[in-house]
């Protein structure tokens, strides 16, 4: 093989690879709002529990368990057709 082929071909796949890889970071919108709420709640500017200060990570949670629950009937109902 061509050096010069081998080459191309190394840069042509590393290429796919980086944008195929491409990952977020940072703090998505649940987590900002929890971090508020903690914030709010311990400056003393809201008065909830703690069950509703930390409520964005648990009804998101309670959320995703409901969508996979929804997947997991429609795949069970189509599976037994």
Same mark, same amino acid.
């Given at each position: 093989?061509? $050096? #010069?082929?081998?080459? &191309?071909?190394?840069? +042509?796949? &590393?290429?796919?690879?980086?944008?195929?890889?491409?990952?977020?970071? #940072?703090?998505? /919108?649940?987590? +900002? +709002?929890? $971090?508020? /709420? $903690?914030? +709010?709640?311990l400056c003393k500017v809201i008065d909830w529990s703690w069950l509703w200060v930390l409520s964005p990570l648990w009804i998101s949670g309670v959320i995703g368990i409901l969508i996979l629950a929804v997947i997991g009937l429609i795949f069970m109902v189509v599976k037994a057709e």
């Open positions: 093989m061509n $050096i #010069g082929v081998y080459i &191309e071909r190394q840069s +042509l796949m &590393e290429g796919a690879m980086s944008k195929s890889t491409a990952s977020s970071s #940072g703090i998505g /919108f649940t987590g +900002l +709002l929890t $971090i508020v /709420f $903690i914030i +709010l709640k």
